[in-house]
């Protein structure tokens, strides 16, 4: 299981866990709990910003390039950003102690590590905080319960509006055919107790209907 969050300290070493530890135990894994923490690479590029905004009045090439390092997805190019940062020298000793100190958790947030694994494409927490974004834009400590009964709305209608484009975008997209065996992958990795528990949620997952989204309805 792969959990992305943002550069919070407090966040990566605590509660997080005790939550997927419980998750684990409802799906009964506890013999296979492992998780992954994730850090969000939008919130590292922002950080990045902060942090070495003297640079980019220096050498604003070498700052963006730098600032895109999370998303960059070959591992050859992120060698060469870092080769371009050491030989520099408009980078202050303290820029590039930050920059040394953000490689040690690269394996976390940088896209080049990160693309071995399954994300789904997901490497930033952004669908969330557009959700937050409404939220701060709607409410206070003031609102009312209708305000926030018409603010779960607008959530709503927006999430509706995005899961309609994705259903229209592929559906209209060619078929590809599956010429592995996920199944007989996960026997060879895992233990019979996992493959025993995952055959039916394996099955259960893949038995769904695709349909189209009704004005009105409510899933919940």
Same mark, same amino acid.
């Given at each position: 299981?792969?959990?992305?969050?943002?550069?919070?300290?407090?966040?990566?070493?605590?509660?997080?866990?005790?939550?997927?530890?419980?998750?684990?135990?409802?799906?009964?894994?506890?013999?296979?709990?492992?998780?992954?923490?994730?850090?969000?690479?939008?919130?590292?590029?922002?950080?990045?910003?902060?942090?070495?905004?003297?640079?980019?009045?220096?050498?604003?090439?070498?700052?963006?390039?730098?600032?895109?390092?999370?998303?960059?997805?070959?591992?050859?190019?992120?060698?060469?950003?870092?080769?371009?940062?050491?030989?520099?020298?408009?980078?202050?000793?303290?820029?590039?102690?930050? =920059?040394?100190?953000? !490689?040690? &958790? +690269?394996? $976390?947030?940088?896209?080049?590590?990160? #693309?071995? @694994?399954?994300?789904?494409?997901?490497?930033?927490?952004?669908?969330?905080?557009?959700?937050?974004?409404?939220?701060?834009?709607?409410?206070?400590?003031?609102?009312?319960?209708?305000?926030?009964?018409?603010?779960?709305?607008? =959530?709503?209608?927006? !999430?509706? &509006? +995005?899961? $309609?484009?994705?259903?229209?975008?592929? #559906?209209? @997209?060619?078929?590809?055919?599956?010429?592995?065996?996920?199944?007989?992958?996960?026997?060879?990795?895992?233990?019979?107790?996992?493959?025993?528990?995952?055959?039916?949620?394996?099955?259960?997952?893949?038995?769904?209907?695709?349909?189209?989204?009704?004005?009105?309805?409510?899933?919940?």
């Amino acid at each position: 299981m792969n959990v992305i969050t943002d550069d919070s300290a407090e966040i990566q070493q605590g509660y997080i866990y005790q939550i997927l530890f419980i998750i684990y135990n409802m799906l009964g894994f506890q013999s296979h709990f492992q998780s992954r923490m994730l850090l969000c690479g939008w919130h590292i590029q922002r950080n990045m910003s902060s942090k070495l905004s003297g640079l980019s009045k220096k050498d604003n090439v070498l700052f963006h390039k730098i600032l895109n390092l999370p998303f960059v997805s070959s591992k050859e190019k992120f060698d060469r950003i870092m080769n371009e940062v050491e030989d520099s020298s408009e980078i202050s000793e303290s820029e590039l102690q930050y =920059i040394n100190t953000k !490689l040690l &958790t +690269k394996k $976390k947030w940088a896209k080049s590590e990160l #693309k071995s @694994s399954l994300l789904g494409g997901i490497c930033t927490t952004s669908r969330i905080e557009g959700l937050h974004g409404v939220l701060k834009r709607s409410l206070n400590s003031n609102s009312r319960l209708q305000e926030l009964f018409e603010c779960f709305r607008t =959530i709503e209608s927006t !999430l509706i &509006t +995005k899961f $309609k484009e994705e259903f229209n975008h592929h #559906k209209n @997209s060619p078929r590809t055919s599956l010429n592995t065996n996920p199944l007989q992958q996960i026997k060879e990795r895992f233990s019979a107790y996992f493959y025993k528990k995952i055959i039916p949620k394996f099955f259960k997952c893949l038995n769904y209907i695709c349909k189209e989204i009704q004005v009105g309805h409510s899933w919940y």
